[in-house]
């Protein structure tokens, strides 16, 4: 294609270059035609002065000859002003109209060959004067006997052709020039540019008629037609820019190269779109050949025997059926290499295969297009659980068969071991349940299955906040969100009728980084708690009086203390011993003086409120816990009404014993002091009633002091009172 066109476009270049010269050979006629025509017609003017002076006998003068509508003026435009001259026959310039002429040309070439009559009676010739130069038509005159009288000279200015005239179009760049050949002085025209008179190395040589040349006047190449006008020594230059002369064949050029490049283009896209085609075919072949590959490695390396079977008919039924492909497992499994394996019936491979029902199975499957999928149990050989998949394809069944022998037994182990938990959890006295990531009760024991059958709850499968209720649920919520954070969690219950002791077990999965759930342990304490409470209580009494102990008296001391700081409030403790009470027992022996002890416990509670609280520490030493004293007198005023009522006599089984008591009181409000040192404080007290003879009181001067109608001492026996 592009041998073509490029062929083609020489072509074009050479019949556009073939016009070129054409037309620059047409302009140059032309051009040498007007000159031509004007010359010949100024020569006809001066012909016809010849034939007028010659008539006349020399009487003729130029302005005879110029005048308007004259012989000249017929013949040449007058506009043109044509210089004219007329020279005696001694060569002295007579007459001379529009230009300036030499005075005498007599010593002249033109004029000595005419003044000889060597026949010739008209000259043409290319005289330069000055920057100019002229074309030269000088004829013979003769007088009325023939003889030589003078010549006249018409001049013709080479401008008039080249500037003025214009019937040489040329396109833009076109160069115009007429040349002297004999001097070679040249008047040329490039545009509207006109150089006149330069002389010019035009001529390559006389022959060539045609150039291509950048030598004249401005140096761009032109396609030159050259014209000789060898009658007026002149020749006519035509010259057409290269550029305009080949411009049709560049456009042309363009237009093919443009056509050329755009099929170029289009073939070149679709070569491209081809290859890419045939590489993504390529690619997509290698694609599914590898990928082919891949799934025969991938079906050979499977876990499952895979076996492809094509239906076999005998007389339209299915008879049995031929093993199309087997995988490497597929052939492990029956014992033979793949390739012995292939084409033959399974009726053959495998003659358990039809009484075991098997083909009744594939028969079926390829009927119904229903897809089988089983688990059974070897019957044959080592006992193996098989899982058996059948698959309708085309005309037979893809099957496959996976050995989960396994599995199996791990399900069975684990199935076993669940049934045995399962009795020991339900064999166990404590609730036991587990509750999933999501709350939900996944397993109870028969005992905790038990008390939701006698709250009447199905628990399992259901969420732990419907089966504990809104409010239970929020009461636990704290515990089951630590176990579920991974904190295994241990907290007493109580509802009033029982105790439990609960237990709440993370359970971790199976790396132990979740918690997936948590085990709920729940122990009845009822029993235990009940005794508990009975031994507590049983620390904290005195046996002999019924009284609190030292332990039931330090724990009521510690919760009154607690209680006023919390609450401000005001309370009184008080320190007691029996006055002289060892005579007692050496008096009357121990058992007396147990029962004044008892006796002496006895007066001391009547004596106070219900709230108070009366302790025998030991020996014959006793306590008041007072709370919620409203002012110290109150407590004062008691102290006395003790003392008072322990003066009366004791009437022991018989045994009448008189005894004393002295006291030492105290009061709290809110003071940082540990129990101990309260009672320390109601110990000094006490013996400073003791010093003071007994039978009496010392209270703590702070309160005491304070203005009252009891005395901060008081003594009994001195009846102040
Ligand atoms: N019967 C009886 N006597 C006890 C018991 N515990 C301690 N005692 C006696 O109580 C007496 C305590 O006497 P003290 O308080 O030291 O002496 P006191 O005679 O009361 O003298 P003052 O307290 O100073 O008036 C001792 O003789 C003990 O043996 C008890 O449980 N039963």
Request: proline letters at 4%.
């Amino acid at each position: 294609m592009w041998t073509a066109v490029l062929y083609q476009l020489r072509q074009e270049r050479a019949s556009a270059w073939e016009e070129g010269v054409l037309h620059a050979h047409e302009q140059a006629r032309t051009l040498a035609e007007n000159v031509t025509f004007l010359l010949r017609q100024a020569d006809h003017a001066a012909q016809l002065f010849q034939v007028k002076f010659e008539e006349t006998g020399g009487a003729l003068r130029l302005a005879e000859f110029t005048r308007p509508n004259g012989a000249l003026a017929s013949l040449v435009p007058p506009r043109l002003e044509m210089p004219v001259a007329l020279y005696g026959r001694d060569g002295h310039l007579a007459d001379s109209l529009h230009g300036t002429f030499d005075g005498n040309v007599a010593a002249q070439p033109f004029f000595r060959a005419l003044a000889a009559g060597a026949g010739d009676t008209v000259r043409f010739d290319t005289p330069s004067a000055g920057p100019a130069w002229h074309i030269r038509i000088a004829r013979r005159l003769n007088d009325a006997g023939g003889r030589f009288a003078g010549v006249i000279v018409l001049l013709a200015d080479p401008n008039w052709f080249i500037d003025d005239y214009d019937r040489v179009q040329t396109a833009p760049g076109g160069l115009v020039l007429l040349q002297s050949a004999a001097s070679g002085v040249a008047t040329a025209r490039v545009d509207e540019r006109l150089y006149g008179a330069v002389p010019l190395r035009f001529n390559a040589g006389a022959q060539v008629e045609e150039a291509v040349l950048r030598t004249p006047l401005d140096g761009v190449a032109r396609l030159y037609a050259r014209r000789a006008l060898p009658r007026y020594g002149l020749q006519a230059v035509v010259g057409h820019t290269l550029d305009s002369a080949m411009a049709r064949a560049r456009r042309q050029g363009y237009l093919y190269l443009g056509a050329v490049t755009a099929a170029s283009l289009l073939v070149l896209g679709f070569t491209t779109l081809l290859t890419q085609q045939n590489r993504r075919l390529a690619r997509s072949m290698q694609a599914a050949n590898e990928a082919q590959r891949q799934l025969r490695a991938a079906v050979d390396a499977s876990l499952d025997a895979l076996f492809l079977l094509k239906a076999h008919r005998s007389g339209g039924a299915i008879d049995d059926f031929l093993l199309a492909d087997v995988n490497e497992r597929g052939a492990a499994m029956m014992g033979h290499p793949r390739a012995e394996l292939l084409g033959h019936p399974m009726g053959e491979l495998v003659p358990a295969w039809r009484s075991e029902g098997f083909i009744d199975k594939y028969r079926a499957v390829l009927a119904t297009g229903q897809p089988l999928e089983e688990e059974f149990e070897t019957r044959t050989g080592e006992p193996r659980w098989l899982h058996h998949q059948i698959v309708a394809i085309d005309d037979g069944v893809a099957v496959t068969l996976r050995d989960i022998t396994p599995v199996r037994r791990s399900v069975m182990a684990l199935r076993e071991n669940e049934a045995r938990l399962r009795t020991i959890a339900d064999n166990m006295p404590a609730m036991i349940a587990y509750v999933d990531r999501d709350e939900i009760y996944r397993f109870h024991n028969r005992s905790y299955g038990q008390e939701f059958a006698r709250r009447g709850i199905e628990a399992i499968g259901r969420p732990a906040r419907e089966v504990l209720g809104e409010r239970r649920y929020a009461e636990l919520l704290p515990h089951i969100r630590r176990a579920q954070a991974g904190e295994a969690v241990r907290f007493e219950e109580d509802d009033g009728e029982r105790s439990f002791e609960v237990m709440y077990i993370p359970q971790p999965d199976e790396d132990g980084r979740r918690v997936i759930g948590f085990h709920v342990v729940r122990n009845d304490v009822t029993a235990q708690k009940t005794e508990q409470r009975r031994l507590v209580k049983l620390a904290q009494v005195d046996p002999l009086t019924g009284l609190a102990n030292r332990a039931g008296f330090q724990h009521r001391l510690q919760e009154a203390m607690q209680q006023c700081r919390a609450q401000r409030a005001l309370m009184a403790l008080m320190y007691l011993d029996v006055d002289r009470f060892k005579p007692v027992n050496d008096t009357h022996g121990h058992a007396v003086g147990d029962a004044l002890l008892r006796a002496f416990g006895g007066r001391l509670v009547h004596a106070l409120r219900a709230g108070d609280m009366v302790a025998r520490l030991g020996g014959d030493e006793f306590t008041i816990v007072m709370e919620g004293v409203r002012r110290p007198e109150d407590a004062l005023g008691t102290a006395a009404k003790i003392v008072r009522a322990m003066q009366a006599p004791f009437d022991l089984d018989g045994v009448t014993v008189h005894i004393s008591t002295s006291i030492g009181l105290t009061f709290y409000r809110d003071a940082e002091l540990a129990p101990a040192q309260l009672l320390q404080r109601a110990d000094q007290l006490l013996y400073e009633a003791k010093q003071a003879g007994r039978n009496t009181f010392r209270a703590d001067p702070a309160f005491a002091a304070a203005p009252t109608a009891v005395p901060a001492t008081w003594d009994a026996e001195a009846g102040a009172a």
